[in-house]
């Protein structure tokens, strides 16, 4: 299907924005007015810009506050409107998007919103203009999607059509199945965006929380679906106004876009993924030299030496390390998943428009593929075969069983970008998202899960004044969490994050827990079922820290409210 996005969308000037909106791949632009007004450029010349770019005005918007009013602004409103029909013809666009009426001053008469409507739709077709009219969610009269609809039948007039918007339709709770219902060639224009549910103002929520479809908690492919089964015949297009992609860079933000539709097609054609992770494979991190101590007193034992490079093989049960001595700071720089087609895996993820990472390796070495997730970690996917690079010597047992989730920092602005890179490329779902205090700011936080939960990955953003936290951390399941804290604490005890005494008193007030919990620093939470979870956490070495996690009972969560407890702690360094 043809795609195109609104200029709004993305930051910069109108030039920026084309150019990027071009070199993600799209095929149209929807011109914001704002975007047009501010520019330098004659309106020729945009339209012939475009046209260089290889794509097509598909839409001018917004024209507002048009219908139903009283017969002098009538009179103003069409006047209005020839100025934008000749702007148009400069432009070389023939689709104008008409917002609901949101003005005190609308008139709360159907008859009289598509007598004016026809009206318009006279004047447009003299200039071989289409108007779409729009249910915003907060129109004065008209803010559902079916009474729009109701509106432009009874206008009556063929250049005068619909246009649907997920978020209007779906922030207001309406069924989207009536689609069905309205012919596909008087859907005029499909604009598509997502959003994180939230209780505010629909007017908020639109302005500031649109999201890409696929980085929110709408069904847009559904809402497409209902729109394609009705015939519509236009492209799909992203509408989204959102404070963060306003400040973030125009081609990323664009090629982003470009990754949520692609995606889309593929929800629609019910295309399965085609290689959803089966487990971790190793998580990789730079070492300077302290790690394999800690790693040591983890209960790891080294197993391995890559035979080309300075990287080592750490083992513990299934968990599997490899350090990397780069001289760089202490920090994780690969993760590797078992991947049951790593191929598929790769080609799913450049068709995502995800970078593929050129590899040097010696002819011998395994290959492995591996592509940047969007805070830069690279991302490998494995056969079995990249073991026999580092010929292990022995399988170190012990308490700790295999890695549980890995933890990453993404870079400010993007944190949606991640949800839908986790969703699409690696198949992941999310499992809720979440704001944590912490002394300086808030953090948020999201959990992505593979459907059985053998791949974990917690994005996190630092957010609002915390902004220098870039921890990345490695969570290692274990059997028996006590009997590693005992050992760690009589053994390593500069190793352990300490945990306040004020914690234990406020945890001991809500569950009775085992005593030994404060004494050896191991955080616990419940879940609603008496699943139950305990943790604790190393100190951090460089960019990176461990956290030791034991899963009881089916609990399925993070500990998120521990979570503030160790920001503070982390902070603080110990005071
Ligand atoms: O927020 C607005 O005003 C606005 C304008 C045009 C649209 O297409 C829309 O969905 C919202
Ligand atoms: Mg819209």
Known sequence: MRKSIATV????????????????????????????????????????????????????????????????????????AEHKFRL?????????????????????????????????????????????????????????????????????????????????????????????????EKIFFLQLADAPLLAMDVLQWSRHYRCFPGQGTFDVAGLVRHALNAG???????EVFNDHFRQADTKRTARDGMRSLIALEGELVGAAHPSVP???????LADTGALGGVLSALGFARTG????KPVELWEQGGARLLLNATGAESALIAIGLDSPDPAGAVKHAETLLSPVLPRERAPEEARLDAIAAPDGTQIFFCDDSWLSDFAPDARAGGEITGIDHVALTQPWHYFDEAELFYRSVLGLRPQGGLELPDPYGLLRSKAMSAPDGAVRMVVNIAQVGAGDIAWQHVALACDDILAVARRLHAEHPGLLLPIPGNYYDDLEARHEVDPELRRLGVLYDRDEDGGEFLHLYTVTMGRVFFELVQRIGGYDGYGAANAPIRLAVQHSGGD
Not at 118 to 145: F, K, P, S, T
Not at 232 to 238: E, K, M, N
């Open 9 to 80: 969308s993305v930051s910069g000037t109108l030039t920026e924005k084309l150019e990027a909106i071009a070199a993600a791949g799209f095929d149209g632009v929807e011109i914001f007015e704002n975007d047009l007004l501010a520019c330098p450029l004659p309106p020729e010349e945009i339209r012939a810009r475009v046209a260089d770019l290889g794509l097509t005005i598909d839409l001018y918007q917004p024209f507002r506050d048009f219908e139903a009013v009283p017969e002098p602004v009538l009179a103003r409103n069409l006047r209005r």
């Open 88 to 184: 148009m013809e400069r432009l070389g666009t023939d689709l104008l998007l008409v917002c609901s009426n949101v003005s005190p001053g609308a008139i709360g008469d159907d008859e009289l919103a598509a007598e004016h409507l026809r009206l318009l739709g006279e004047r447009a077709a003299e200039h071989g203009i289409r108007i779409a009219y729009e249910a915003l969610a907060w129109g004065r009269h008209v803010n559902e999607y079916l009474h729009a609809w109701r509106v432009v039948r009874m206008a009556g007039h063929p250049n005068v059509g619909t246009c649907l918007d997920s978020f209007h339709i779906l922030s207001r709770g309406s069924d989207p199945i009536g689609i069905e219902a309205i012919p596909g």
């Open 232 to 238: 519509y015949p236009g492209p799909l297009s992203l």
């Open 278 to 284: 089966s487990g971790f494979a190793f998580a990789e």
């Open 305 to 308: 030496r890559h035979p080309t």
